[in-house]
């Protein structure tokens, strides 16, 4: 296994791991107070200017910022919640606007083909070539196309929001865990 596959799974695996125990703390916390987080779906209208593979590429390679892509089908209802919730939660839309290219890429799309590293891709072929098994799943590249990690399901605003800073801050090239990250709020 290649030092990069290695960083690229261990990323993923802690990712995930972060994200379901962060989950989970939060849905019980709710469950207890009967709230539920603060400001509703309408008070949240935030955009998040979306391309297509080629042209977020492309882009993220002039502009040197990382990319974000949001693996999606038409009928996933968690796909749908991770629209209205979190991706367009002002803090998320503000960080993804700001500081990475964002691209959606609906994985049952037949219409047309894109490239990668030389090869042309179907959105489904694209999809398996990335290892994403469910929807919605987040990819994570950097500003040449490299794969950082995958984050598969669903993930809550504030979890989204500590995902975009470390991988934002490159925290995973300092071999510092995303939990290390959110306990001290850096990566130094």
């Known amino acids: 296994m290649t030092a990069a596959l290695g960083r690229f799974l261990l990323v993923a695996v802690v990712l ?21 987080l603060p400001g509703t779906v309408q008070e ?19 502009t040197r910022k ?15 919640k991770l629209d209205r919730e979190t991706l367009q939660d002002p803090e998320v839309a503000r960080a993804l606007e700001s500081g990475f290219i964002a ?5 049952e799309n037949g219409k047309g083909r894109l490239s990668y590293r030389g090869k042309s891709f179907s959105h489904a072929e694209f999809s398996r070539y990335f290892g994403v098994t469910s929807f919605p799943s ?6 040449k196309g490299e794969p950082i990690t995958m984050v598969p399901g669903f993930v809550p605003a504030p979890q989204f929001s500590a995902f975009l800073n470390y991988i934002r801050r490159e925290c995973y090239l300092k ?7 959110v306990a001290k709020g850096d990566c130094s």
């Open 44 to 62: 949240r209208k935030a955009q998040v200017q979306w391309l297509d593979f080629d042209d977020g590429l492309a882009r993220a390679r002039s």
């Open 138 to 143: 987040i990819g994570f590249l950097n500003d």
């Open 175 to 181: 071999n510092v865990s995303l939990k290390d990250f």
């Open 16 to 36: 995930a791991a972060a994200c379901t125990f962060a989950c989970a703390k939060e849905e019980a916390a709710k469950q207890q107070s009967g709230s539920t």
């Open 66 to 80: 990382p990319i974000v892509v949001n693996f999606y089908t038409d009928w996933c209802v968690y796909c749908k």
């Open 103 to 107: 691209i959606r890429l609906n994985a």
